[in-house]
């Protein structure tokens, strides 16, 4: 049963346009992140809010920017994309302190 | 820092093979370690962890043994099927941490 929502599925753009992508959780957890799983499938955190606070902030470009509405939501803006960017961007779910990672079914983004 | 090791890339079996996927992890603490199983199209889901030294995590037919001797979580299943086809990702994690995944390894089981 999906507990994890994300949208869009899939997302096509071009060099250099901004893009948004949502996540809301269901299961009442108090930690959310966002992973990017690259073409190869190598998962890579990005970054970790604590009911709306951030607490894992990778090397990430700048040009990433999460967004925190309170602590079931997690958004990811990427303000200027670049072909690099093309990946699944997959979000996730627990409890601070917890093990298990309840994730979404991700975001394909394709840069052109 | 920690890390994870997948040494294979791709595995194909037929149905009812044995399989085995190697896990080695790198840390300087006593880590939960787990495996999560990717399938087409969905984010990964967990499949089995375990927290303490010398346990075994068992899962749907799957299982692994937490060996802090050769710090290894290798995943085993006697017998395949070819629903199991799918990425299959290692993960380690620390108190106060994110969790760390492996390289992943993707599971083909041909009929």
């Known amino acids: 049963e999906t507990a994890v929502f994300q949208t869009p599925n899939y997302h096509v753009t071009q060099v250099g346009n901004e893009v948004s992508f949502n996540c809301k959780q269901t299961?009442?957890?108090?930690?959310m992140y966002w992973y990017k799983q690259d073409s190869k499938k190598l998962l890579k955190i990005m970054f970790s809010y604590n009911n709306k606070q951030l607490i894992v902030n990778e090397t990430v470009p700048r040009r990433f920017s999460p967004q925190s509405s309170d602590k079931a939501h997690l958004n990811l803006r990427i303000k200027s994309v670049e072909p690099e960017d093309s990946a699944v961007y997959l979000c996730?779910?627990?409890?601070?302190?917890?093990?298990?990672?309840?994730f979404g079914a991700g975001t394909r983004l394709s840069v052109l | 820092g920690d890390s994870v090791t997948q040494k294979q890339g791709q595995v194909t079996l037929s149905e009812d093979d044995f399989l085995f996927i190697n896990c080695t992890y790198s840390?300087?603490?006593?880590?939960?370690l787990l495996w999560y199983v990717q399938y087409l199209g969905q984010g990964p889901q967990l499949l089995l962890k375990?927290?303490?030294?010398?346990n075994k995590g068992i899962s749907r037919g799957f299982e692994a043994t937490y060996d802090k001797g050769t710090t290894s979580f290798h995943l085993q299943k006697a017998s395949v099927q070819e629903s199991d086809s799918a990425v299959y990702f290692c993960a380690l994690v620390n108190s106060g941490t994110y969790q760390r995944f492996g390289t992943g390894t993707k599971l083909q089981v041909v009929p």
């Open positions: 375990v927290t303490t030294a010398n």
């Open positions: 996730a779910s627990s409890y601070l302190g917890e093990n298990t990672l309840y």
């Open positions: 840390t300087t603490t006593y880590p939960t």
């Open positions: 299961l009442g957890h108090d930690t």
